[in-house]
């Protein structure tokens, strides 16, 4: 099974910071990853498939970047909204698989 | 709207079977793949079974491998996961998931129904 490995798995930062989370495979996945964001209570939402392709109504602020084994999701500015608990998924192969997530605290 | 709702979690004693049920709303269920993702209590997401449109291809996750039935009723906008032999570790909230036929995303999600493992 092809391993996803994200980092850190805690951040704390500010309004109006730049975030940068990273998701490592175990081997290449080409751009066969999608990033999701989770609040407390809700279901997960897509906001990147095809590593770096913005799902419709996301806001622009996020951004996806990366292929292979090394992938990235910033956020440019971060908004109130945007603390949440963030996860990475391989779709290149089957058994799909998750990273570990990573928790977006208020600094 | 787009929805997806799951349904028939519950209690069950270890050993025990349940069967859940999501119905798909305000799209063509028909023209796309299902998943099922669980998320234990406290912990991260685990991807367990997708079905193609037609129900052609199917793929579990190891951890339910051989226990676990997933399958779909397209005159029903249904989607559904029969769970057998169910152990402790099963214990989680499970989602239903949308995902674009060909694509490799889940992009609609339910808001899940909880099953627990427990004697």
């Known amino acids: 099974d092809i391993q996803m490995t994200q980092s850190p798995s805690t951040l704390s930062a500010s309004v109006g910071d730049r975030v940068t989370i990273t998701c490592r495979a175990s081997?290449?996945?080409?751009?066969?990853l999608a990033w999701y964001q989770q609040k407390p209570g809700k279901a997960p939402k897509l906001l990147i498939y095809?590593?770096?392709t913005l799902e419709t109504g996301v806001p622009s602020r996020f951004s996806g970047s990366g292929s292979g084994t090394e992938f990235t999701l910033t956020i440019s500015s971060l908004q109130p909204d945007d603390f949440a608990t963030y996860y990475c998924?391989?779709?290149?192969?089957?058994?799909?698989?998750f990273g570990q997530g990573t928790k977006v605290e208020i600094k | 709207e787009v929805q997806l709702v799951e349904s028939g979690g519950r209690l069950v004693k270890p050993g025990g079977s349940l069967r859940l049920s999501c119905t798909a709303s305000?799209?063509?269920?028909?023209?796309?793949?299902m998943n099922w993702v669980r998320q234990a209590p406290g912990k991260g997401l685990e991807w367990v079974s997708s079905?193609?449109?037609?129900?052609?291809?199917?793929y579990y996750a190891d951890s339910v491998k051989g226990r676990f039935t997933i399958s779909r009723d397209n005159a029903k906008n249904s989607l559904y996961l029969q769970m057998n032999s169910l152990r402790a570790e099963d214990t989680a909230l499970y989602y239903c998931?949308?995902?674009?036929?060909?694509?490799?995303?889940?992009?609609?999600w339910g808001q899940g129904t909880t099953v627990t493992v427990s004697s």
């Open positions: 998931a949308r995902g674009p036929d060909g694509s490799r995303y889940m992009d609609v």
């Open positions: 305000g799209f063509t269920f028909s023209s796309y793949s």
């Open positions: 079905i193609s449109s037609s129900s052609s291809y199917i």
């Open positions: 081997q290449s996945i080409s751009s066969w």
């Open positions: 095809e590593a770096s």
């Open positions: 998924q391989q779709c290149d192969t089957y058994p799909w698989t």
